[in-house]
Antibody
Framework: QVQLKESGPGLVQPSQTLSLTCTVSGFSLTSYNVHWVRQPPGKGLEWMGRMRYNGDTSYNSALKSRLSISRDTSKNQVFLKMNSLQTDDTGTYYCTRDLTTVATDWFAYWGQGTLVTVSS | DTVLTQSPALAVSPGERVTISCRAS??????MHWYQQKPGQQPTLLIY???NLESGVPARFSGSGSGTDFTLTIDPVEADDTATYYCQQSWNDPNTFGAGTKLELK
């Protein structure tokens, strides 16, 4: 059974760095791409970036200067780090997985999301 | 970035047919996908590659379109379909989502 679960601090101070972990089960990170998508309260979805099955990463150009995605395949974890957080970074952060190994960039599996509030 | 434009809201009665549109600012071929999101929940994939029904999704949902104009159809609508529906394109980088269409039942 495919599962993804996000974890991290619920509250981050402005200008600080956000660190989130996506722990996966039921599949291998070396076979599937994992993405991060976020959603401000009451607003729409924004694709942030992806960790490819082969370890390559891609980022939304709007966030690229602040964002880093990495992984630990031995722990089945994908990490998100984003620096210089501001209040408009507040929202729910999801990790998601592609439908299949070849069907990339549409998201069949989602974590439950983790709410991050940026506030002093 | 490719901008996806959706109508903000629709209200329909149970049993009716509803079409939700998504217009792209540039061609996305058929790499358009649709999601349903209920309040407090994560999105779920309904349709991929414009017209393919995701496994487990009721056949009441269907998708069509190519290029810049796409449609999600629900026929007939049921009370449980109350949700926000998002389109997403993966043809152009970065992936982008529409702002969502909130479907309410009368």
């Amino acid at each position: 059974q495919v599962q993804l679960k996000e974890s991290g601090p619920g509250l981050v101070q402005p200008s600080q760095t956000l660190s989130l972990t996506c722990t996966v089960s039921g599949f291998s990170l070396t076979s599937y791409n994992v993405h991060w998508v976020r959603q401000p309260p009451g607003k729409g979805l924004e694709w942030m970036g992806r960790m490819r099955y082969n370890g390559d990463t891609s980022y939304n150009s709007a966030l690229k200067s602040r964002l880093s995605i990495s992984r630990d395949t031995s722990k089945n974890q994908v990490f998100l780090k984003m620096n210089s957080l501001q209040t408009d970074d507040t929202g729910t952060y999801y990790c998601t997985r592609d439908l299949t190994t070849v069907a990339t960039d549409w998201f069949a599996y989602w974590g439950q999301g983790t709410l991050v509030t940026v506030s002093s | 970035d490719t901008v996806l434009t959706q109508s903000p809201a629709l209200a329909v009665s149970p049993g009716e047919r509803v079409t939700i549109s998504c217009r792209a600012s540039e061609s996305v071929s058929t790499l358009m996908h649709w999601y349903q999101q209920k309040p407090g929940q994560q999105p779920t994939l309904l349709i991929y590659l414009a017209s393919n029904l995701e496994s487990g999704v009721p056949a009441r949902f269907s998708g069509s379109g190519s290029g810049t104009d796409f449609t999600l159809t629900i026929d007939p609508v049921e009370a449980d379909d109350t949700a926000t529906y998002y389109c997403q394109q993966s043809w152009n980088d970065p992936n982008t989502f529409g702002a969502g269409t909130k479907l309410e039942l009368k």
